[in-house]
């Protein structure tokens, strides 16, 4: 499966749910991808959760969102 990257509409910080949202997650299953390190994201001062810079988002959907959606449904499948 191939996915097309529209990206461009989304601003240079995006949250943790607006990433969930974009690949059909939930926010937990991305907050994990951060904690692993698969996603590129900070804490900045002030503000609650985690904030994924756009550029981040972009690398990490070209380097291997697929690989990374294949281990989800994977372990969703063992449940």
């Known amino acids: 499966m191939t996915y ?3 990206t ?3 601003p240079e910080l ?3 749910a ?3 949202n ?3 997650l939930t926010p937990q ?3 994990s991808f951060i904690k692993r390190g698969d996603l590129v994201a900070t804490k900045p001062p002030g503000m609650r959760g985690y904030r994924i810079p756009r550029q981040a988002f972009e690398d990490y959907l070209r380097a291997g969102y697929q690989a ?3 281990e989800v449904l994977t372990e969703a499948e063992a449940f």
């Open 8 to 10: 461009g509409d989304l």
């Open 14 to 16: 995006i949250t943790v």
């Open 68 to 70: 990374v959606q294949q």
């Open 4 to 6: 097309q990257l529209t």
């Open 29 to 31: 299953t991305v907050i």
């Open 18 to 20: 607006d990433v969930a």
């Open 22 to 24: 974009y690949l059909g």
